[in-house]
């Protein structure tokens, strides 16, 4: 592959054109040559199309030969942007593609063991590297979509043995233009991590609302609200996350019962020093967190 990448030269195509991929679509108009957005969903197309957030409305994938049946030309990078179980089928369709041209290509799951192990299996002619970026929102889909959704927001690129310099010379000049913060890690620790980050805090917001009564809604403030506010999540988004980080979501789910184990043990024997004690190490590892 040709070293002398630039985005602003390049036609990029986004698969998923939901809440992240329109998103990443809205931030990058302007920013590349051209932006194609696939989609099975056509009414997101049709408004993507009608607003200008894409410049063309191509078929599920480029075609073999590099030339779509409706002229999406060359695609010089493919992200993909749907959930992780619809990212793994469509990377499961590509390995028994062929293209004739080279081609990058980038997810921006939420987990990354399992899409790089599919990758890994790609056609050579796929130059392929995972990514996550860190942000998103309860409410999904192209109507929520923001221009400024990835600005200041990590981004993590987990390569694969086979990606060359070129799809991380492609990868640093994306979360550039983006506005994002690159962060470069292998699979096994982003997903470990992001269990106790991200996942974990969509069940435990999922337990809290299953453990209140509907008629408590009258007496909810900004703090119930903020806390359980990821559960308004969609399943059909946060299933596929944890089948595909089971071991480690079970492990973080391990932990927070221990500390919550702590905290109902101290409240029983009525020992409010030690309760004291656990809330002011809380506080000081939430600061430590947050301003980390």
Do not use: W
């Not at 390569?159 to 233009?177: C, D, M, N, Y």
């Not at 988004?237 to 789910?253: P, T, W």
Request: glycine share 8%; aromatic share 4%; charged share 20%.
């Amino acid at each position: 592959m040709e070293d002398g990448f630039s985005l602003k030269d390049s036609t990029i195509g986004i698969v998923g054109l939901g809440l992240m991929g329109g998103s990443l679509a809205m931030s990058l108009k302007g920013k590349c040559a051209r932006l194609i957005g696939y989609d099975t969903h056509l009414p997101a197309l049709e408004v993507a199309l009608s607003k200008g957030i894409i410049d063309h409305a191509g078929m599920l994938f480029p075609s073999p030969a590099g030339r779509g049946d409706r002229g999406e030309g060359k695609v010089n990078l493919l992200i993909l942007a749907t959930p992780v179980p619809s990212i793994l089928q469509l990377l499961h369709q590509l390995q028994s593609t062929n293209y004739q041209s080279p081609i990058t290509i980038l997810d921006i799951g939420s987990t990354k063991r399992d899409i790089l192990r599919a990758m890994s299996a790609l056609p050579e002619n796929f130059d392929p590297i995972g990514g996550h970026p860190i942000c998103g929102r309860e409410k999904l889909g192209l109507e929520n979509a923001d221009a400024n959704l990835y600005q200041n927001a990590p981004f993590v690129i987990t390569p694969l043995e086979r990606t060359t310099q070129h799809a991380l010379r492609i990868a640093r000049q994306l979360v550039s233009a983006l506005g994002a913060k690159y962060i470069e890690m292998n699979a096994d620790d982003h997903d470990r991590i992001l269990a106790s980050t991200s996942h974990l805090p969509f069940l435990l917001a999922s337990a809290l609302v299953r453990s209140t009564a509907h008629d408590f809604a009258p007496l909810i403030g900004p703090g119930f609200r903020s806390t359980s506010r990821l559960a308004g999540t969609p399943s059909s988004m946060m299933l596929g996350i944890l089948k595909s980080n089971r071991d480690n979501v079970l492990s973080a789910l391990s932990t927070f019962q221990e500390q919550l184990a702590r905290i109902k043990l101290s409240l029983m024997a009525e020992d409010y020093t030690a309760l004291e004690d656990i809330l002011n190490q809380s506080q000081a590892d939430y600061l430590a967190l947050v301003d980390g």
